[in-house]
């Protein structure tokens, strides 16, 4: 399973938009890219997920490169209710069934 | 509604004792999980049931026990407790589509104590 590194922590500011990279060195070609929030005492929330490019939604874009070997969350305009721990997750199918590794988390503080 | 729930959202127990987290899930899916996210954060997974059979198995030690009555129910059982079992426990629920990896619904957590 293909391990992911992400940033401990980043720092922003309200209106900017924050980029977060993952990498994941080793990622196999089932392997998808899902990225989730976590507030403090919540569970993980699903944001957005994708295979390879380009993927939007209505919160946020994830760039993928040719050779998947990274990929990037893009938040646009952050706001305060935006900090949070941000999880890269790399997984797919695999005999008998479907695999995960979270990463460590990316801690991003907005600002006003 | 509530797609996942967890019960109890705290517990708080002594070593040597045994202890089950209850999850339900109401969103029809077919695969439920369990996470541990221990101090440092780190989210691990333990256990995925598929249509009530075990998937997966993270070298948990066999003190933890998962039980799924159905598809909408997976159980944690925890038996001879120690300090180290300590954490915030996640179930989380899916589903499945080939090829595809899924979107996970998660509970809002049980953090367990062990004192």
């Known amino acids: 399973l293909a391990k992911t590194t992400q940033p401990i922590s980043m720092d922003s500011y309200e209106g900017q938009e924050v980029n977060i990279t993952c990498s994941h060195n080793?990622?196999?070609?089932?392997?998808?890219i899902t990225w989730y929030q976590q507030f403090p005492s919540q569970g993980p929330r699903f944001i957005i997920q994708g295979y390879k490019t380009k993927v939007t939604n209505e919160v946020a874009s994830l760039f993928i490169p040719a050779d998947r070997k990274s990929s990037t969350l893009s938040l646009p305009r952050v706001s305060l209710s935006d900090t949070a721990v941000y999880y890269c997750l790399v997984g797919g199918s695999y005999t008998g069934g479907f695999k995960t590794i979270f990463g460590a988390g990316t801690r991003l503080f907005v600002k006003a | 509604d509530t797609a996942v729930s967890q019960t109890p959202k705290y517990l708080v127990t002594q070593m040597g004792n045994d202890k089950s987290i209850k999850c339900e899930q109401n969103?029809?899916?077919?695969?439920m999980y369990w996470y541990k996210q221990d101090s440092k954060k780190f989210l691990k997974i333990m256990f995925s049931y598929n249509n009530k059979e075990l998937i997966i198995n993270e070298t948990v030690p066999n003190r933890f026990s998962p039980k799924s009555p159905d598809k909408a129910h997976l159980n944690l059982h925890i038996n001879s407790l120690e300090l180290g079992d300590s954490a915030v426990y996640f179930c989380?629920?899916?589903?499945?589509?080939?090829?595809?990896?899924?979107?996970?619904?998660f509970g809002p957590g049980t953090r367990l104590t062990v004192t």
């Open positions: 989380a629920s899916s589903q499945e589509r080939t090829q595809i990896l899924y979107e996970q619904y």
């Open positions: 969103l029809g899916h077919d695969t």
């Open positions: 080793n990622i196999a070609t089932n392997d998808y």
